[in-house]
């Protein structure tokens, strides 16, 4: 009979409580170890937890960077993001010119009872205006009292930590690129082109005759 | 003794019954919590939770005291009495410092077994009362459970007591030699399973098996009486420490000089409640038939056997 066979007829050896103790002796050592090292209790109110950085605790508003654009309360799933705007005419910067528009933010308000964390409304946002902010502590006796307007959401804008440190062989993030170049040099009034040639043209190449 | 010795002696064993229940229960909360990885209490009384069981006590006086209809009035509402007082008595007869005890008579062996016994009636009669199928199951567990382990019980202190030559607690704590560690060792082992059984303590709690019985013949009681079943049980604890530590570790036999007795002997005890609370949280519960088959194919035999070897060492001299 070979080795394969005769395992499904015997019974595997009880391993149980094995190890040098009986099982009585090792359950008394196992909670007298286990009472020898600290306890996993996390002292919550007393003690702040350390959350992962990226925790999606509330949601913050940069009401600065706010267009109304409405493009988050359009993303948003269920609809909990409530945006009121009015339209501001500026004067023209200089007589003669036109005047411009602008959005003016009236009310910013999420309702957090509705909210499902998804996050779309962060990465929709095409002018960073919204934020995870890992804060959590913001339970209401009444659920209608978690509805949530710009003032209150802009004070959560505090604790949003700062965005993570890139790679190191990362590229340049894109602002800092664009900060970087070079400004563009005004160009003189005569001889410019002669100063740099076009770019659709190829440079002459010069070649030492070999004879 | 003068009257005023009398009320002494009285306040100071109800002052003991108040105070060392507590602190083996608070022991237990700290001590079993740590073994769980946990911290337990850390909030009442403000130091890592020291006046958590004072917080229950005044949390058990607020409620409600209900009486089921169907119940055996007077029966129901006696039981918690009848489980509590017998410790009082046990307590005030154990001593603890050298020729001291609350009640000092000659015969304190046998009473205190006597007294732990009718404790345990207090359960009974709370099971039977309570007109309701878990109570009265439990009740009847209690019952067969105290029957086959009050024998082991008994020939253990018997042992001893034939050891000492005496059945004055007192005069067996002053017999006690260091030798007795290992020649009464058999029956110490025996009178500490027999007496976490007779406390129906984990792994003992077969009675009060939660998971099948809600509470046992607890089940119905609220509030105060509720909170006496409890102060009975670690009341109980300390007792059956208390003992233990006088019988068979010696009392106030110690380093410390014979002034200090008293807090040896505690010191003792407190160590013996200790491994009670350690084996209820690292033991699972008895089944019922383990249960007899540990109380009258082990515990007997081997208390017999101690019997035996008692009786010929005192034959021989030893």
């Known amino acids: ?211 | 003794m003068t009257l005023l010795e009398a009320a002494l002696r009285a306040v100071a064993a109800l002052a003991a019954f108040l105070v060392l229940p507590l602190l083996v229960g608070q022991a237990e909360h700290k001590v079993m919590a740590h073994m769980q990885g946990r911290l337990g209490p850390m909030y009442a009384g403000g130091f890592h939770g020291w006046a958590q069981l004072v917080a229950d006590g005044v949390k058990f006086l607020q409620k409600e005291d209900v009486t089921p209809a169907a119940a055996d009035r007077w029966v129901f509402r006696l039981a918690p009495a009848v489980a509590l007082v017998p410790y009082l008595l046990a307590l005030a007869l154990v001593p603890v410092h050298p020729g001291l005890a609350a009640v000092d008579v000659p015969g304190s062996v046998l009473l205190v077994l006597a007294a732990t016994s009718v404790g345990a009636l207090g359960t009974l009669m709370a099971g039977w009362s309570s007109a309701n199928k878990y109570s009265l199951i439990g009740g009847l567990r209690a019952a067969a459970q105290l029957v086959s382990y009050e024998l082991p019980l008994v020939l253990a202190v018997a042992s001893v007591a034939l050891a000492g030559g005496s059945l004055s607690l007192v005069a067996l704590a002053d017999a006690w030699s260091p030798w007795w560690l290992l020649w009464q060792l058999p029956g110490a082992v025996v009178f500490l399973v027999a007496g976490a059984a007779e406390l129906q303590r984990p792994p003992f709690d077969m009675p009060v098996a939660d998971a099948e019985l809600v509470m046992g013949a607890w089940t119905e009681y609220t509030g105060l009486r509720f909170a006496f079943f409890l102060l009975a049980e670690y009341a109980g604890i300390v007792v059956v420490s208390l003992l233990f530590a006088v019988l068979w570790l010696g009392g106030w036999h110690g380093p410390v000089p014979d002034a200090l007795g008293w807090l040896w002997t505690l010191l003792k005890g407190l160590a013996v409640a200790l491994v009670v609370v350690w084996v209820r949280v690292a033991w699972p519960r008895l089944r019922e038939d383990q249960l007899q088959r540990l109380a009258w194919l082990w515990l007997v035999p081997l208390a017999l056997a101690q019997l035996v070897l008692t009786g010929t060492g005192v034959v021989l001299g030893w």
């Open chain 1, 1 to 211: 009979m070979s080795e394969k066979h005769r395992g499904r007829h015997e019974q595997p050896k009880d391993t149980r409580g094995s190890g040098g103790l009986p099982g009585v002796l090792k359950g008394l050592a196992t909670t007298a170890r286990t009472a020898m090292r600290p306890a996993h209790t996390a002292e919550y109110p007393d003690v702040a937890p350390s959350l992962p950085p990226r925790s999606r605790g509330v949601i913050a508003l940069l009401e600065e960077n706010c267009t109304s654009c409405m493009l988050c309360a359009r993303e948003c799933p269920d609809w909990c993001i409530h945006i009121d705007s009015h339209k501001e005419t500026v004067p023209a910067p200089t007589p003669g010119g036109r005047e411009r528009q602008r959005n003016v933010l009236d009310r910013f308000a999420i309702d957090f009872s509705l909210c499902m964390y998804c996050g779309i409304c962060i990465e929709v946002c095409p002018f960073d205006a919204l934020f995870w902010s890992p804060q959590f502590e913001y339970a209401e006796t009444d659920i209608r009292d978690l509805l949530h307007e710009k003032e209150r959401l802009g004070e959560w804008m505090a604790t949003v930590p700062p965005p993570p440190a890139l790679d190191d062989k990362a590229a340049e993030p894109a602002e800092v690129a664009a900060a970087n170049r070079p400004a563009r040099t005004p160009r003189a009034p005569g001889g410019a082109a002669a100063a740099r040639p076009p770019r659709t043209v190829r440079p002459k190449v010069v070649r030492e005759d070999p004879t």
